[in-house]
């Protein structure tokens, strides 16, 4: 192999001529920009008259395969670019063109050339358009030929069966195809193509058809009727087999007079004459025994006597206490007369109400004063739920009300009515976590050692809690820093100067003094001052006693 480089002298020598090298390939795939093939190799293109300098016209020199080509000619910049980039070297070979970049190209496209970008040496590709067709793709259900075998899904097909009545179950008739045809079946056994309730998987149903394809057509589901001359639903021993009961039909046997529709097992004896109740007895206990009935209450003495029907001055039933008393029987309800009206041999039991004293006019009255009477006495009501006969607004059913009473009579005071406040000692509009509560009608009063001033009431709240509720400073998140403790329990327990409820003593000066080294201010004593103690500050210019705040 060797590199031709060809240039034009340009009033140059030839060792300063342009240069370019060339690949020593056909340059059947064109030569670059400013080059011209002379059939074997790219040259430079010839310059135009008018353009060339004096000096040679032609210079060209052949490099051997081994020499080292410069990475670029430099030339004069009135006539070239300041550097030419060596073409690479390859070795022709049989490409073709893969436009689905599936590795597989083209057979159709082939040329000799330098393999580049879009160019496959192979060329079995069939389907140059998808990258998913090539010879080594799976064969897929899809109308393509994926694996390039020359057969369209081969060996995916699925086999389906034609299913005119749309049942699920089709004939023996098949088509082969990747998903199912309509008017198609993925399985068969159809017996009956034109009955959508016919196929294997079906019941058998009274219907004239075999619903269930085993040849048989009704099998284990027709029906035994009895003839039924008479409609009262009872057949004779003359049957008939069918789906459905046919006229002059009737689903069960056992009538005993198949002229008579009043007479049957399942009839009920009546005082007609005939057997009803087909058990060969006539009339058998169906006559009804009758009262003398004197009175006309519908009930009778002992007197008796037996018949279909009731007798004039009889009663179907006896049990009358008084025949002379139209309003005195066993079905009465007793009234306060002064008789027995319901035959229990008692006068007015039951009927006496039971009245109750009601003092205070609530019209509910005291269960423990009582007295039984047809009609209410004067001061006397029927209710006897009242929990206090001294209270006119007192009684069940009335609502409660912030009074100090039970008006409702549920045993409870004020129930539901009080409000709930909860104490704000200090009156700095935070309560403790755990306040005391107290529920009442009104506004407490303002208890001993709280604020004399603002509100130490409130109502319950969520949100930051106090801390110190006897010392209006002392607040969740106060900024200020104080120089005594917190007034009350907490200034002789645990942090006592914790003034903004953090759960710890912020103290205001923590720093030490450095005058000499540097300009700090701090303390000149170590350690420094605990809360509400005295100590020495130097401000580097003058020392002086303060008192350490904190909050």
Not at 347 to 370: C, E, K, P, Q, W
Request: include cysteine; aromatic fraction near 6%.
């Amino acid at each position: 192999m060797t590199w031709r480089v060809a240039g034009r002298g340009l009033g140059l020598s030839v060792s300063a001529a342009i240069a370019a090298a060339i690949v020593g390939c056909s340059p059947s795939g064109g030569c670059p920009e400013g080059f011209v093939s002379n059939g074997s190799t790219c040259e430079l293109a010839p310059v135009d008259a008018g353009e060339a300098d004096a000096g040679p016209t032609d210079d060209a020199f052949v490099v051997g395969a081994d020499a080292v080509m410069p990475d670029a000619f430099v030339v004069p910049d009135a006539w070239a670019p300041d550097a030419w980039t060596p073409f690479d070297v390859c070795t022709p070979a049989r490409v073709y063109l893969d436009l689905d970049g599936d590795g597989f190209g083209d057979p159709t496209t082939g040329r000799d050339d330098c393999l580049e970008r879009g160019y496959v040496e192979d060329a079995t590709d069939c389907d140059d358009a998808r990258a998913e067709v090539n010879p080594e793709a799976t064969e897929s259900c899809n109308g393509l030929d994926d694996d390039c075998d020359l057969v369209v899904d081969d060996g995916v097909l699925l086999m389906f069966y034609v299913d005119a009545d749309g049942d699920t179950y089709g004939t023996s008739v098949t088509t082969d195809a990747c998903t199912m045809p309509a008017g198609h079946a993925a399985r068969s056994g159809d017996c009956n193509d034109a009955c959508a309730s016919c196929n294997p998987g079906a019941s058998e149903t009274c219907d004239g058809l075999d619903n269930d394809c085993d040849t048989t057509i009704d099998d284990g589901v027709l029906t035994t009727f009895y003839v039924d001359a008479d409609g009262d639903t009872y057949g004779t021993s003359a049957t008939t087999q069918a789906c459905t009961l046919p006229a002059g039909h009737a689903a069960r046997s056992g009538d005993c007079n198949d002229a008579c529709a009043g007479c049957n097992p399942s009839a009920s004896e009546t005082c007609d004459g005939l057997d009803n109740d087909c058990d060969t007895l006539v009339d058998d206990g169906v006559l009804s025994t009758f009262y003398v009935d004197a009175d006309g209450d519908t009930y009778g003495t002992t007197v008796t006597a037996q018949a279909c029907a009731v007798p004039a001055g009889y009663a179907s039933r006896s049990g009358d206490c008084n025949d002379a008393c139209v309003t005195c029987n066993p079905s009465r309800s007793e009234t306060c007369d002064g008789l027995d009206n319901d035959c229990d041999t008692l006068i007015d039991d039951g009927v006496l109400t039971t009245f109750y004293r009601d003092a205070d006019n609530d019209m509910h009255g005291l269960a423990t004063m009582s007295v039984a009477a047809c009609t209410a006495p004067s001061g006397y009501v029927t209710s006897n739920d009242d929990c206090n006969d001294t209270c006119m607004t007192c009684y069940p059913g009335r609502a409660e009300t912030c009074d100090g009473l039970d008006n409702d009579c549920n045993t409870v005071i004020d129930n539901g009515v009080l409000t709930t406040y909860v104490l704000d000692c200090d009156a700095d509009g935070y309560v403790l976590a755990s306040p005391t509560v107290v529920t009442a009608c009104t506004t407490p009063a303002r208890p001993p050692g709280c604020a004399t001033t603002g509100t130490v009431w409130r109502a319950p709240s969520s949100g930051a809690r106090d801390c110190a509720d006897q010392d209006a400073r002392a607040v969740p998140g106060v900024a200020s820093f104080q120089t005594t403790a917190i007034l009350g329990p907490r200034a002789a327990g645990t942090l006592p100067f914790d003034f903004n409820c953090s759960g710890a003593e912020d103290r205001e000066r923590t720093s030490v003094a450095l005058c000499l080294d540097a300009t700090v201010a701090g303390w000149t004593t170590t350690p420094i001052p605990v809360c509400g103690a005295s100590g020495t500050w130097d401000n580097c210019l003058a020392t002086t006693t303060l008192v350490q705040r904190c909050r």
